[in-house]
């Protein structure tokens, strides 16, 4: 079972207020579509890319990108560099001891995981001092967020002003689970309510 997520229970309240938080700007039916580079099918300025590891690139709590994903990962490392950071609700969390989980992924992927004590949706301040201090990246417009989850992902990309790509199909199918049925029905009543994706906004970082 996976540990609580205070910060996406509280942040969760905001689709009360504002459902549309919830709408990604792109929909992939799994990890190997990801266009690369983005900002082409997002029709932005992207120069960064935050990714989710479990269940979007990873099986959940693995330490390795999935055989079938590794190609499209690839092309994703050498496209964005130090730019490409993962950003998970475990490893590199305050549940992964020590950080051991998020060291090992880091040798086996290339790429830089976040440490972070707060859980998505609500470390992207850590995000944004991250890049703004370690890349040319100043503004929430300039980065995407990748990842299967609506209620901790996308919600997250939004609340940065920032550019959420869903990954429709993770790994394990997310209509096993119960948060992905209850995350895939909300966002269906927010289409049927005539609900869009939030425009970026394009703030810029200080």
């Known amino acids: 079972m996976a540990p609580f997520n205070l910060s996406a229970t509280l942040n969760a309240l905001r689709i009360l207020k504002s459902p549309t938080l919830l709408y990604p700007q792109l929909t992939i039916p799994t990890f190997d579509y990801l266009p690369v580079p983005l900002s082409p099918a997002l029709k932005g300025d992207i120069r960064a890319v935050i990714l989710d590891k ?11 990108v999935y055989p079938a994903y590794k190609d499209a990962f690839e092309r994703l490392r050498k496209e964005y560099g130090d730019r490409l950071l993962i950003v998970s609700n475990s490893a590199g969390t305050d549940d ?19 440490r972070h004590s707060t859980k998505k949706p609500g470390c992207y301040p850590d995000i944004m001092s991250y890049l703004a201090s370690k890349t040319d990246v100043k503004r929430a417009d300039q980065v995407a967020i990748v990842g299967d989850r609506l209620f901790t992902d996308v919600l997250m990309a939004n609340m940065m002003g ?28 927010v289409k049927w309510g005539g609900g869009k994706a939030p425009v970026p906004t394009g703030d810029v970082w200080r």
Request: proline share 3%; net charge negative.
């Open 96 to 114: 992964d001891v020590g950080h051991i989980e998020a060291e090992v992924l880091e040798k086996n992927t290339g790429v830089k995981v976040l």
């Open 162 to 189: 920032s550019w959420a790509v869903w990954v429709n199909t993770g790994v394990v199918d997310p209509k096993r689970t119960l948060h992905g049925r209850v995350e895939r029905g909300l966002l269906g009543v």
């Open 54 to 64: 479990d269940n979007c690139f990873t099986v959940p709590y693995a330490k390795e």
